[in-house]
């Protein structure tokens, strides 16, 4: 394990479902972000909180919910999704925004049918 | 904002053969670049990184050179291996946002 765990590692879920993905890390980072990753293009960013305040919320449709309750947790919320929502869920954490050093966790394979 | 655009896509080599993917970004500003190797089904991983003020850095096969007049960076992988198969991305930061190329697969053969 890297320090960054999540779950559950995988996730199929119907278009009316709600269900909530969890990422915790053990680094002691500020920092948490949601990415998602599809078939064939870049990790997108999501979502980036930094010491549990939300700092970038890129475009994402309201469907998605993140959640900070402390630096160590990071949630994010799903209801009403659509198929084209099928990715690789991927949280990361940073010791601060600015230094990089980013380490990913195993990522949340969601399917949505 | 950030854009990256890496290549090739794909890079297909023989082992003991070298491999090089590049990186280009758009915002001068941007002043860290990590590279980062993703295995099919797992995460992906840090596998050399380089800062602004650096122009090469070098970690036994793996070196990254940065060209920031140019405003481009390259993954050099010498000696490849089969277990150097897998995708690897590219990223840029500028202050507080990584933003990631699309991404290489890399496949090494026998």
């Known amino acids: ?113 | 904002g950030e854009n990256v655009e890496q290549h090739p896509s794909t890079l297909s080599v023989q082992e003991g053969d070298s491999a090089v993917i590049k990186c280009t970004y758009s915002d001068s500003a941007s002043n860290y670049f990590p590279w980062y190797k993703q295995e099919l089904g797992k995460r992906p991983q840090l596998i050399i990184d380089i800062r602004s003020n650096v122009g090469e850095k070098k970690d036994q096969r793996i070196a990254v050179t940065l060209n920031k007049t140019a405003k481009h960076f390259s993954l050099h992988i010498t000696e490849t291996q089969p277990e150097d198969s897998a995708v690897y991305f590219c990223a840029a930061v500028r202050t507080d946002k990584l933003i990631f190329g699309t991404g290489t697969r890399l496949q090494v053969f026998p």
């Open chain 1, 1 to 113: 394990e890297t320090g960054v765990t999540q779950t559950p590692r995988h996730l199929v879920m119907g278009m009316t479902n709600k269900k909530s993905l969890k990422c915790e890390q053990h680094l002691g980072h500020n920092a948490m972000y949601w990415y998602k990753q599809s078939a064939k293009k870049p990790l997108e960013l999501m979502f980036v909180y930094s010491l549990e305040e939300r700092v970038e919320n890129n475009s994402v449709p309201s469907r998605f919910s993140p959640e900070c309750p402390n630096s160590s947790h990071l949630f994010l919320h799903l209801h009403t999704l659509q198929p084209e929502d099928s990715a690789l869920y991927l949280c990361a954490s940073s010791q601060d925004r600015a230094r990089g050093g980013y380490t990913f966790g195993s990522g949340t394979r969601l399917t949505v049918v």
